[in-house]
């Protein structure tokens, strides 16, 4: 099994910068994903940005590209999610990730509030 914590959330002026964390511990699989959702008040969980366990790929939500970025440090089992110019738009919780051939797993999620 694999657990993940997050952590870094907060509360942050709009274009300002956070950096989430999520470290991961258990049983890996070699080849994997991780990464962030987001979910809105009232909206749906989107994808944010999911790198690769190689780190050679990484994926991000249109709305947030050239602002976030992720990346990871497998040596900590630990994923990142460095926000920058942040906008209202990015309030809400964000939900770190792990997925693999056979689980895939959530964190507790932790808030982030952009205010205007």
């Known amino acids: 099994q694999v657990h993940l914590v997050e952590s870094g959330g907060g509360l942050v002026q709009t274009g300002g910068s956070l950096r989430l964390s999520c470290a991961a511990s258990?049983?890996?699989?070699?080849?994997?994903?991780m990464g962030w959702y987001r979910q809105a008040p009232g909206e749906q969980r989107e994808l944010v940005a999911v790198?690769?366990?190689?780190?050679?790929?990484?994926n991000y939500a249109d709305s947030v590209k050239g602002r976030f970025t992720v990346s990871r440090d497998n040596a900590k089992n630990t994923v990142y999610l460095q926000m920058t110019s942040m906008k209202p738009e990015d309030t809400g919780v964000y939900y770190c990730?792990?997925?693999?051939?056979?689980?895939?797993?959530w964190g507790q999620g932790t808030r982030v509030t952009v205010s205007s």
């Open positions: 990730f792990y997925r693999d051939r056979n689980l895939e797993v």
């Open positions: 258990g049983s890996f699989f070699r080849i994997n994903s």
């Open positions: 790198i690769t366990s190689g780190g050679g790929i990484t």
